[in-house]
């Protein structure tokens, strides 16, 4: 019998919702095979600073450190609520930065994926759908402008300013270039490398790096494309992509635009992987607008755990079972408020009755 530890921490606004749908998917998993999950909760983001005055406080951080794999929920607060909080203790800047720093989890997959059959879940036209969306951004998750040093005060002039720094080195570089690589090979073999080089320097040391690495993978067709090209180019052809790579600033925002095109953020779970920890989170923020109704979609936390059964836990196939839960689920006609637009006939259900329905369909497979 396997028994994993799995910090579990639901964040703020819609966290603990959707992570309440996750954790029934975790039961299900953990009733049918040889292992057990032990699950361990613990406050992080606003919730933990309003709690302890820290959003990452110690005692997190030390469960977090004897766990197996981190389940983690959104965090965040609105705009005006995020002012009770001082700057560097915000929840992005206090706790999920300093996670993404503490584990190295340097590795971020996103995926965008959306079957024909949903293409009415889409803003885009079914002809631009075409057979299905499927891409997994790999995004850089721990350098780039979001890490670098941050300056912000009054000039010799009284003039306010800010000063940010975007640094990459090229062993940040090369280490997520052979994970985007690695998963080209086992897809369609096709990498569009995501950059900017016409004007950021960072880019054009990125570039520098793909060439050198790419002769290590010569299936793989490399696609050259600057990022807001790419951005047109998601809503024009998305079909042109397979795998895409890029640095944490651009899949910040192009992974948001992924969830645009397949018709909710709520679709869009995520892995962050380092080289001895990871954690797995929906790549939404907390959705203060539709926090404590039940209505907010908790595909993107239960995918996560799918993820999470696969890489952390050799689990491949039950991850399958996951997926194919949830798509059993759009394929009988119900879906979270999110989706359900007027006249697309589908039934619109709860957050808890999507979560339902997923385990009722996982307990059929
Ligand atoms: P958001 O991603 O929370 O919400 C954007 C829109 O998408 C909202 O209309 C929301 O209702 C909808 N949405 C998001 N997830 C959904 C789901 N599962 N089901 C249905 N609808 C969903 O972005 P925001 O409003 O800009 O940010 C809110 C807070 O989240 C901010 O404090 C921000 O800093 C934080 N944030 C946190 C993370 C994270 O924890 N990794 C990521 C992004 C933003």
Known sequence: MKNYKIAVLAGDGIGPEITAEAIKVLKVIEERNDVTFELLPAAFGACAYFEFGDAFPESTIAICDSADAILKGPIGLNHEDSKKIPIDKQPE??????????????????????????????????????????IMM???????????????????????????????????????????FKLASKRRKLLTNIHKSNVLKSSVLWNEILEEIAPQYPDVKVVHQLVDSAATNLCLNPG???VMVMENMFGDIL??????????????PSACIGPDKAYYEPSHGSAPDIAGKN???????????????????????????????????????????????????????????????????????
Not at 110 to 126: E, T
């Open 93 to 134: 800047r206090g706790a999920l930065l300093p996670m993404r720093r503490r584990y190295n989890t340097y590795a971020n997959f996103r995926p965008v994926s959306l079957p024909k059959a949903l293409a009415h879940f889409s803003p885009l036209k079914p002809e631009i759908i075409g057979e299905g969306i499927d």
């Open 240 to 242: 042109q992509f397979d």
């Open 295 to 365: 209505i907010a979609n908790p595909y993107s936390m239960i995918g996560s755990v799918a993820m999470m059964l696969e890489n952390s836990f050799d689990m491949a196939d039950e991850a399958k079972n996951v997926w194919n839960a949830m798509q059993a689920v759009f394929a009988d006609g119900y879906s979270t408020a999110d989706l359900s637009k007027a006249g697309s006939g589908v039934k619109m259900i709860s957050t808890v009755e999507f979560g339902d329905k997923v385990v009722e369909k996982l307990r059929l497979g």
């Open 138 to 180: 790999v995004r850089e998750l721990v350098g780039g402008l979001y890490f670098g040093n941050k300056e912000m005060g009054v000039n010799e002039q009284g003039i306010r300013y800010v000063k940010e720094t975007l640094e990459y080195d090229e062993t940040q570089i090369s280490r997520i270039m052979h994970q985007a």
């Open 255 to 268: 992974s948001d635009q992924g969830g645009g095109i397949l018709g909710s953020l709520g679709l869009m």
